[in-house]
Antibody
Framework: QLQLQESGPGLVKPSETLSLTCTVS??????????WGWIRQPPGKGLEWIGS???????YYNPSLKSRVTISVDTSKNQFSLKLSSVTAADTAVYYC?????????WGQGTLVTVSS | AIQMTQSPSSLSASVGDRVTITCRAS??????LGWYQQKPGKAPKLLIY???SLQSGVPSRFSGSGSGTDFTLTISSLQPEDFATYYC??????????FGQGTKVEIK
């Protein structure tokens, strides 16, 4: 049974960089034909795809966030990570990591990140 | 970028009702669409993929239809555990993914 777990600071100051890690267990992050993605949900609002990384290392980002987002993978630790730079209060959200092919079959439980001084 | 427009944004229904939610794509996306259910404080759960294929373990009262630009999620007989928010997601080009705005299904 694949499990994903987000980790990282729950509070980030404005203008700083948000950094989260997703640890994958019960399966290999190097599995072919899967993407590993990040999705966020501001409090009381809908879902927004942030970006994804393919098992080969190719990355795909939401055009509205592309200039601030970096997703990377560490196969030795079976983890992938999200960095979002120059954050503002608008980046306050629950951040989910997920495994997907086309659709998103497996999700982490989510972690709330608040941007505040 | 492909835009997904979901309607209605909310609806009130009773247990046993038939419920229909619609998602419209800004361009044709073949059948590259999924539907998700999200309950408060929980991650979304995949219900339907490829517009009409039921994900393993999902009750058969959930069904999806459509192709091209217009898609529908139907709950044939609403159950107490179905009160939640539902989202569509297009995966047409495997380079960007777009969610609909969500439909909250509430108890009448």
């Amino acid at each position: 049974q694949l499990q994903l777990q987000e980790s990282g600071p729950g509070l980030v100051k404005p203008s700083e960089t948000l950094s989260l890690t997703c640890t994958v267990s019960g399966g290999s992050i190097s599995s072919s034909s899967y993407y590993w993605g990040w999705i966020r949900q501001p409090p009381g609002k809908g879902l927004e795809w942030i970006g994804s990384i393919y098992y080969s290392g190719s990355t795909y980002y939401n055009p509205s966030l592309k200039s601030r987002v970096t997703i990377s993978v560490d196969t030795s630790k079976n983890q992938f990570s999200l960095k979002l730079s120059s954050v503002t209060a608008a980046d306050t959200a629950v951040y989910y990591c997920a495994r997907h092919s086309g659709q998103y079959e497996d999700w982490g439980q989510g972690t709330l990140v608040t941007v505040s001084s | 970028a492909i835009q997904m427009t979901q309607s209605p944004s909310s609806l009130s229904a009773s247990v046993g009702d038939r419920v229909t939610i619609t998602c419209r794509a800004s361009q044709g996306i073949r059948n590259d669409l999924g539907w998700y259910q999200q309950k408060p404080g929980k991650a979304p759960k995949l219900l339907i993929y490829a517009a009409s294929s039921l994900q393993s373990g999902v009750p058969s009262r959930f069904s999806g239809s459509g192709s091209g630009t217009d898609f529908t999620l139907t709950i044939s007989s609403l159950q107490p555990e179905d009160f939640a928010t539902y989202y569509c997601l297009q995966d047409y080009n495997y380079r960007t993914w777009t969610f609909g705005q969500g439909t909250k299904v509430e108890i009448k």
